[in-house]
């Protein structure tokens, strides 16, 4: 595989059913069955979800659910029409000009995110973090795409929906994928959207079981001004697929609950791992803090975020496992008068390239057209992450290897271990300074 220009997707582990390689050859879906069996059903789903309990969510929905958030899920495409969906998804809200609203899902991934994020678990469904929260779907071409060459024709690259959603009145961009090598066009598209104010999340990848130290994170995790999340299973350990490095700013649920099978939307399958999945947990608690605090600026949000991660080593000297720690916006909630702080200060400015908010005249969003995109189409929704480069692959499912290995994994590659504190509850985690 040549990188820089092919996007590498994840592998996802569904009950035992690896589905290999997708996208790690552009065009190409490959798949191993080992004992398949999507025997999730619907009625399963919830009480699959372990990390809601421990998370305190229904604490946290007396106070926010976050009604009055849109989030933009960029990815395989959404269908608003799963039990937990209906009402929830604002197709018509996808700029005319992108895609003639193709928003199709021929993946399921797509959906799997809109639903962690805002799904109403109505049906026995996935119950989002933010049930109260709006989804606008932007379907944009992933490896291994499934829909056709018409329904190919009429979705864009990833670069485009990312400007594409800058421009409209969504706060969160979820971005549930990633490649190997940068582009130019993305990177600028990227800080295009910071500099409207957006939050932007990305997944950091699933290469943390890749030979060496798995420090193997894409884009668009990887950029300036993407927040990089990684995953955590249900024993509360960085899941043993997860990318580490440099890029990694928080860590959330990402293993060890269902999610769609397939496009047929039909059955959820077991174990559908990925920090795809971490992700749009993750945005899906920015859209409770945001929903609480309508006022707040992105810095605010993201700040809030940060501080209140749960960790045992120094704010100042994040992990290349879990960044700051795993998210708590229970902390944020809970507490009426929680102060954000200043609200044109980037808590990343010593790793981003300088406030975009206080350059005049908006300098990303006139150099942000420029340059054709070096990245090859996005592959199917993934998770990558690195300051400056692109490329998307897909978090169908994710990459773990298998559900049953990675469940209580301690990281110790000769550095102390620490335990972030969530509801009583630790996740393991290794302290290790890193220079963005």
């Known amino acids: 595989m040549k990188s820089g220009t092919r996007r590498r997707a994840e592998r996802a582990t569904r009950r035992g059913t690896r589905v290999g390689a997708v996208g790690a050859v552009v065009g190409a879906l490959a798949a191993t069955t080992v004992g398949f069996a999507p025997s999730a059903l619907a009625q399963d789903a919830q009480s699959k979800q372990w990390y809601l309990g421990p998370m305190q969510a229904e604490q946290m929905w007396k106070v926010s659910t976050g009604e009055g958030v849109k989030v933009a899920v960029i990815d395989s495409g959404v269908n608003a029409n799963t039990p937990s ?3 929830q998804v604002l197709v018509d809200e996808v700029p005319k000009s992108v895609a003639y609203h193709a928003t199709d899902d021929y993946l399921g991934h797509g959906t799997t995110m809109a639903e962690l994020i805002a799904g109403t678990g109505a049906g026995g469904g996935l119950k989002g973090l933010a049930p109260g929260a709006k989804i606008v779907p932007y379907r944009a071409v992933f490896d291994g795409f499934k ?4 329904e190919k024709k009429r979705s864009p690259d990833a670069t485009t929906e990312i400007r594409a959603a800058a421009d409209t009145d969504a706060k969160i961009i979820n971005m549930s ?4 090598g940068p582009s130019s066009s993305e990177k600028a598209a990227v800080q295009y959207a910071a500099s409207k104010g957006k939050l932007l999340i990305a997944a950091v990848g699933n290469d943390g079981r890749k030979a060496g130290n798995g420090d193997d994170i894409g884009y668009p995790a ?7 999340i990684a995953s955590a299973d249900k024993s509360l350990s960085v899941s043993k697929f997860s990318s580490s490095g440099n890029y990694v700013d928080l ?7 269902p999610g769609w099978c397939d496009a047929t939307f039909r059955s959820y399958c077991d174990d559908v791992n990925g920090t795809s999945s971490a992700a749009a947990i993750a945005s899906g608690a920015a859209a409770l803090i945001w929903s609480a605090h309508p006022d707040w600026t992105v810095n605010q949000v993201t700040r809030s975020l940060l501080d209140t991660a749960g960790r045992t080593w120094a704010k100042n000297d994040p992990s290349r496992y879990a960044g700051y720690g795993f998210i708590r916006p229970r902390l944020v909630l809970e507490n009426p008068k929680y102060d954000a702080g200043p609200a044109h ?6 790793y981003n390239d300088g406030d975009l908010l206080a350059k005049s005249g908006g300098a990303a969003a006139t150099s942000s057209s420029s340059a054709p995109s070096s990245s090859p189409s996005a592959s199917n929704p993934s998770q990558a992450r690195g300051k400056g480069s692109s490329g998307a692959t897909s978090a169908a499912g994710s990459s ?3 559900s049953s290995d990675g469940n209580t994994l301690w990281i110790a590659l000769g550095a102390a271990a620490a335990v972030v504190v969530i509801g009583g509850a630790g996740v393991a985690v ?3 300074r890193r220079a963005r």
């Open 85 to 87: 969906l209906k009402g």
């Open 147 to 150: 829909g056709g060459a018409a």
């Open 177 to 180: 994928f990633g490649a190997e």
């Open 222 to 228: 990887a950029y300036s001004y993407v927040v990089g």
């Open 251 to 257: 860590s959330a649920p990402g293993q060890g609950f």
């Open 345 to 350: 200060v980037d808590p990343l400015a010593k």
């Open 400 to 402: 773990a290897e298998s």
């Open 430 to 432: 290794m302290r290790a």
